[in-house]
């Protein structure tokens, strides 16, 4: 007994001395971004994802094209809509965390009843289950700027970015050696991705909890914001403040946690949300230079989201994959990487973005408007693959361009709230074009026309900016002109007394 008492001794100094060295060796805000990294490797690491279609409609599921195309889809859009912005509210009030457990608990789900649940009422909540998936994601970026200080935004938010897109490549180039290569199983393939959502759902627990949020606040902290924000006379800036983040566990902390929260479903704690929420709305949306890169990001997402939705059923009809070789994964794969070089090329890109950027957008708009119309057009499928990856590209990279000028005039907390907006109203639209071109109960067209109807959506997308942007290119010519004949004007004068 007095052995084990030792070795138990023992044990908890070795514990408590490298949790020492860890606090003293890692950097507070090193910690929550390596677990964050890795959660978001693994869960988007869904090497099953791009063979969702062919899983489907074969010998697994046995659902047809149609019911798949004009019934199933149809319900992951709506249930997304009616999810999102309770859950970015709720996101915030539950401080992140929870959120990211709820997705990683919903990703197992998701391919539980992909691997073992037959008949067309389960893959109907097949649906509902991945719209809480996918309506949860806001929480993978807004936890990480709830608990490192602002100073490391740009990199954590690198490393994230590069996490995602590492696991997704990986995932989809696995899933295509695995089913070209090895000549796996579609359901085999799921049950590997299902084992390794699982351990994406078990890094979610490791995540450190936050001690704040950006807009439910405790009374004390909510009035020193107030406080701060009026001496600046902007939202946002006690964003620099250093989060406190809980990672021991101590019961000094806990007390101090259960002390904090006493007021966390206060009326007062909603009405000073509600204000800071109202704050942040007006803030983002009072220029009207936002205002249309908002409106670009909301009407391109809604069209992206759409064919990305759909483009498995165009590759199946174009040449089925019950009877043909298909290269899903790769294509996915190859999209992710050039895309990722669209996107990472714009931070060498000298422009000004305030005078061109419209231009940009409606310029590139017309290509993926082309590109979306070769994959409607073509009966090759290497053609399909090529304007999808041509697509894929120029909405990439225009969504980092857009990104960008949004985050860069605004504080964290209406980035927040204007991402949380734009997405809304995007999948607002996205519903409208769901409900008219894609449900049955209304047209119910096929695949090949629903991607003439994307097409032309991006076109008119594409000639609305391209107005906008040649005006205000027009107009700023205009204004460097005149600048300059009154400088010479003025020179003129200076002279003539002279």
């Known amino acids: 007994d007095e052995e084990t008492k030792h070795l138990s001794t023992r044990t908890k100094t070795a514990v408590a001395l490298f949790y020492c060295w860890t606090k003293m060796t890692i950097p507070g805000w090193v910690y929550p971004t390596i677990v964050l990294s890795l959660y978001g490797f693994f869960a988007n690491c869904r090497v099953a994802e791009p063979f969702l279609t062919p899983y489907m409609i074969g010998p697994h599921k046995n659902i047809s094209e149609q019911v798949l195309t004009n019934y199933l889809f149809p319900i992951w859009t709506y249930s997304y809509l009616a999810f999102l912005f309770p859950v970015f509210l709720l996101t915030d009030f539950l401080r992140y965390k929870p959120i990211i457990i709820i997705q990683g608990l919903f990703l197992v789900t998701n391919y539980i009843l992909l691997c073992f649940a037959p008949g067309l009422a389960a893959m109907t909540f097949l649906q509902v289950n991945y719209a809480v998936v996918t309506s949860t994601e806001v929480a993978y970026f807004s936890y990480i700027y709830s608990v490192i200080p602002v100073e490391h935004y740009q990199r954590a938010t690198g490393y994230l970015r590069s996490a995602m897109l590492a696991g997704y490549t990986f995932g989809a180039s696995l899933g295509q050696m695995l089913i070209s290569l090895a000549g796996l199983d579609y359901f085999y393939i799921n049950a590997i991705t299902l084992g390794i959502v699982s351990v994406a759902f078990l890094i979610s627990l490791t995540l450190p909890m936050p001690k704040r949020s950006m807009f439910f606040k405790v009374k004390d902290d909510a009035a020193v914001d107030w406080q701060s924000q009026q001496e600046e006379g902007q939202l946002g800036e006690n964003q620099c403040e250093k989060p406190v983040v809980d990672k021991s566990g101590t019961g000094s902390e806990t007390e101090e ?226 600048t300059v004949e009154q400088e010479e004007k003025s020179g003129e004068g200076i002279s003539e007394r002279f």
């Open 257 to 482: 946690m259960e002390h904090r929260s006493t007021g966390w479903c206060s009326r007062e704690n909603v009405a000073t949300a509600g204000r800071l929420l109202w704050q942040s709305f007006r803030e983002s949306y009072s220029s009207r230079r936002l205002i249309y890169w908002s409106l670009w990001w909301a009407l391109a997402t809604a069209g992206y989201v759409q064919v990305f939705n759909y483009i498995q059923l165009m590759w199946d009809h174009i040449e089925s994959s019950a009877t043909s070789s298909i290269y899903n994964g790769g294509v996915e794969a190859a999209c992710s990487l050039v895309g990722a070089a669209a996107a990472f090329s714009v931070g060498f890109i000298k422009v000004t973005w305030a005078v061109w950027g419209e231009l940009a957008l409606g310029l590139f708009s017309a290509v993926g408007a082309g590109a979306v119309f070769m994959m409607a057009l073509t009966t090759n499928i290497w053609t399909c693959y090529a304007g999808y990856v041509l697509f894929k590209s120029c909405y990439m990279f225009l969504i980092t361009i857009t990104t960008f000028q949004i985050a860069s005039n605004l504080s964290m907390e209406c980035y927040a709230l204007t991402f949380g907006i734009n997405t809304f109203v995007a999948l607002s639209l996205q519903t409208i074009i769901t409900v008219i071109v894609v449900d049955e109960a209304a047209l119910g067209l096929d695949i090949v026309t629903q991607f003439v109807i994307y097409g032309s959506y991006y076109g008119v997308i594409s000639l609305l900016f391209l107005i906008r942007g040649t005006y205000t290119a027009f107009r700023n010519y205009s204004h460097a002109q005149h």
